[in-house]
């Protein structure tokens, strides 16, 4: 990149704000997928102006804008994948307003996840989605890829929490998107379309979210299962009973062997697959929901047990947060996907994982958001050895072309980003290819904000 380029940019967040070292720039150069891609710099904004001017130099100058939270994406949506600049918005990161009264909360993009949960539980209120990497994750990434996470099952998205946004168009110009009310129908639903669009739309500088009570009472319970035909069986048996966990957890005994080696959570290493399950709400009802889930669990030849403490709670959420770290200590390489179906699918779905994993001669854990039918399948490999390198994209190739077969979907939470992108046309179809390039060319002329996205 031109010095007078840089030059510009230090003069719109402050020198110190570009990085230029290499060892700067590998830092941003990768996710937590398997995709590089090394960038020019890395500018750090602190403001929703300073991005609109980055983004008005980047239309003049002609170089890419990338954005960026935390890193911790899965689709290689955060990648310099054409060079250009990296924008982090880890310095926009204050809360800046938590509304009782309305029960919402203002926040920069930066705020990770996990800070927000923790401020607004002190109010005595929840913000429900929590992604797995919830701990590190941002909220302006989370709303990039409308991320879910275990108590999507009942409460929703990010989308669904979503009342309004600050956004700085590719161009430079900056909007305000929904509403501070909880319904508004005034126009079309721009909230929706920049929900999910994985930064390749415009940038998110801030997001009023709603919020909710904080449930009374939670039961936790962990049910275990000899084989994962069983496991599967009882979530679909739970959902069609008309009962909606607040969370319904599925983690095959690859997974539990490798969360035990990794933190001794106290997860059963003879079971095939257990299901985490908790329930919530009024405590008579919360209580009765969980037993109702225990019947149908022992019936389908399960053996289940309370969490007695708020201590075993969470310890056994710890286990189920640490499933793909876990997972990652086995082997060199990890490759987490998030391939969805219908919930009555999933005991096809795990059923075809496994029978890939055998064709194909790939490790494949299996964890993720049964209740949804969200599943994880996670291959672990050494991507440095060509056959297996090879394995793995023939068996990750079968996996996608399962979960479309049984009506499901690439991604239920990860994007499509770089990783899924060859495979979108086979769910949307040429004509809803090309919609999307429409809206994208109409947003972003000079194609400048994150391109190399979503779709070839």
Known sequence: MREEVLEKLGSIVGRGHVLTSKEDLICYSYDAQLIEGLPEAVVEPGSSEEVSMILKLSNKEGFPVVPRGAGTGLSGGSVAVKGGVVLTTHRMNKILEIDKNDLTATVEPGVVTR???????????????????????????????????????????????????????????????????????????LNSLFIGSEGTLGIVTKIKLKLLPQPEARYTLLASFGDLESSARAVAEIIAAGILPAALEF??????????????????????????????????????????????????????????????????????????????????????????????RVPDMVAEIKRIAQKHGVIIGIFGHAGDGNLHPTILLDIRDPGEKKRMEEAMEEIFSAALKLGGTLSGEHGIGVAKARFLEKEVGKEGIEVMKKIKRALDPNNVLNPGKIFL
Do not use: Q
Not at 271 to 298: N, S
Not at 313 to 323: D, F, S
């Open 251 to 344: 983690i095959d005994r690859v997974t539990i062997n490798a969360v035990e080696d990794y933190i001794k959570a106290g997860m059963p290493r003879d079971a095939d697959a257990v299901l985490l399950i908790e329930t919530d709400g009024h405590p008579v009802a919360a209580k009765e929901e969980a037993e109702k889930i225990i019947k149908i669990c022992e019936k389908a030849g399960g053996s289940v047990r309370f969490a007695e403490s708020r201590v075993e709670r969470e310890r056994l959420w710890k286990a189920r947060r640490a499933a793909l770290p876990a997972l990652s200590r086995i082997r060199p390489t990890t490759l987490l996907e998030d391939a969805t179906v219908p919930r009555s």
């Open 115 to 189: 800070k927000l949960c923790v401020e607004v539980e002190k109010e005595g209120l929840f913000y429900p989605p929590d992604p797995g990497s919830y701990r590190v994750s941002t909220l302006g990434g989370n709303v990039a890829t409308n991320a879910g996470g275990p108590h999507a099952l009942k409460y929703g998205v990010t989308g669904d929490y979503v009342l309004s946004l600050e956004v700085v168009l590719p161009t430079g110009d900056i909007i305000t998107t929904g509403a501070s009310t909880v319904k508004s129908v005034s126009g079309y639903n």
